[in-house]
């Protein structure tokens, strides 16, 4: 059973976030005490959320992101001290006022001004899978900087946290140590948003020494109970993260969450029962837990003598159990009506990518974060980037986050998808030589149905007048669709290729005018994004918005869209019933 539960703990990027929470322990803990005895809780969590600026510049000049959230959290830190000085009540709705003027900037940067969303989803939730060197030296200098000034200064903080009107002597001086407090607590947070992002920081620096608050008085203690939970939560967290496949952030969030209820219920009923069935319950719980984390894992022994392939997109996914049939085990990593742009990989994700053989990309940027899993696994398999071979291609956004040279939906074009099937088949067929005549039937199997495809798209549209043939999408995933089949693009709610792209009022209001200017008849919303925008726009101009389009990914397996073919029948399907006010229909048979 031990050797079960340690399992995860010999995968190489679980070993480098187990270190990077160990090292953040030390200052989450010390600093921790000091949050809760200050009562600066609101501001630990604020202060990272108010990195977000420093975020969006350091994607947009292009340097480091943790010295862009680190020189942002100063500027809320020294705001705050600012607009705070003399000011023994209200520190709160100070911090709430800097914090908002902190994550407007950051809007409008991330909008107007670079066009990105500068990884929004690292700094909300984190990414510990993807700890590298450097966010591991950060972590050790906040952790060696916290314990220096703990030596130093610590008698000090505990002084003004327990009678700050008899702890007052020189001002100037006192100010120093509270400014020493405030600048710690930013650059550890800083060091924190790869493990639990700003939206969860509290989960490392104040929910362990609240914990460790209700079990014992003594300041020593407490500090030493802290970091001891930190390190013990994260690593659970961390663990069971894997066997969850859950993202590690949220993960050691409801870990210490979790922690916190079992103490503070714990210390209730110890002053009501005999501590002997208290003590007992708690065991209990605790092997039930144990029970249920060690029958977690998954039995992969079906997939023996198979190819082990891993494939970025459903769609690629699909393609790749086409060709491959039952010679290969495919682990797709998006799933159904899951938005690429903002994906963040999961601990499955990552252990696939270790034992696979070929990992196939959609590239252009849309699938970006596979670089980081296939370094940070230590993977040797061989890494196919399909945007490269396909024949058709469109510009790309050329600023922001998703810049690129190319459009990345380039699947939409059943042309680029034949192109890419041919790659898969001769990919498949290097890797596994004795299954190459397997692999060409099947690839062959099914260029036929994306020709039969290609055609019966091409005469649908063809019932449809040019003139009618305007689309007005979520955001613009269909150039490659319109490009292919004479479909004008009018515009989109989105005006981007990126669904992190910001919209603005006034973009929104020139669309409503757009539309009825060119007489469209229908908005046509997107399965993966929320269709509230679409909606509410096709409100104000009076035209339909009931057609779905998938745009970047496959429908579940119960919808119309569940594998490639039929998401572009689908698609083709909309579009006509939109153009026409739904007199007509596109019936495409692959």
Known sequence: ???????????????????????????????????????????????????????????????????????????????????????????????????????????????????????????????????????????????????????????????????????????????????????????????????????????????????????????????????????????????????????????????????????????????????????????????????????????????????????TTTQIGDWVREVGGGAVDVHQILQPNTDPHEYEPRPQDVEATVGAKVVFLNGDNLDEWMGDVVSESGSDAEVVDLGTVVPERLPGEPTGEEASKYDPHWWHDPRNAEAAVREIEQRLAAADPSKKAEFEKNAGAYLGELKALDAGIAKCMDTVPTSERKLVTDHDAFGYFAERYGIAVVGAVIPSQATQAQTSGKELSELADTIKTENVKAIFPESSLSAKTAEAIARQTGVAADYTLYGDTLGPADSEAATYLDMEAANANAMVSGFTDGSDKCQVNP
């Open 1 to 311: 059973m031990l050797a079960a539960m340690l399992e995860p703990f010999q995968l190489p990027f679980v070993q480098r976030g187990l270190l990077e929470i160990l090292i953040l322990a030390v200052p989450a803990g010390l600093l921790g005490t000091w949050i809760v005895l200050r009562g600066l809780a609101f501001f630990s969590h604020a202060v990272g959320t108010a990195a977000f600026p420093g975020l969006v510049i350091a994607d947009g000049l292009g340097f480091a992101a943790p010295l862009g959230a680190f020189g942002a959290a100063i500027v809320f830190t020294a705001g705050n001290a600012a607009l705070g000085r003399g000011r023994d009540r209200g520190r709160d709705s100070i911090v709430a006022l800097v914090l908002v003027a902190c994550l407007a900037s950051g809007v409008i940067l991330a909008s107007d001004v670079f066009g990105s969303g500068a990884n929004v989803e690292t700094l909300l939730f984190g990414s510990l899978l993807l700890v590298d060197g450097g966010d591991i030296a950060l972590a050790a200098v906040a952790a060696a900087a916290t314990l220096l000034a703990t030596v130093l200064v610590g008698q000090r903080w505990l002084a003004q946290g327990f009678d700050p009107t008899a702890a007052a002597g020189n001002p100037w001086r006192e100010r120093a140590y509270d400014a020493t407090l405030l600048v710690l607590i930013a650059l550890a947070t800083t060091a924190a948003l790869t493990v639990v992002g700003a939206l969860l920081v509290a989960a490392l620096f104040v929910v362990p020494a609240a914990t460790a608050r209700l079990l014992t008085g003594r300041m020593l203690s407490w500090q030493l109970a802290s970091v001891a939970l930190v390190a013990i939560e994260g690593a659970a967290g961390l663990w069971l993260s894997v066997e969850t496949n859950a993202p590690p952030g949220a993960t050691i969030a409801v870990v210490a969450g979790s922690v916190f209820a079992v103490a503070a219920l714990g210390k209730a009923l110890a002053a009501r029962l005999p501590r002997g069935p208290v003590l007992a319950g708690a065991g209990l719980v605790a092997l039930a837990l144990l029970g249920a984390g060690c029958g977690s894992s998954s039995d992969s022994s079906d997939a023996a003598g198979k190819l082990d392939v891993v494939a």
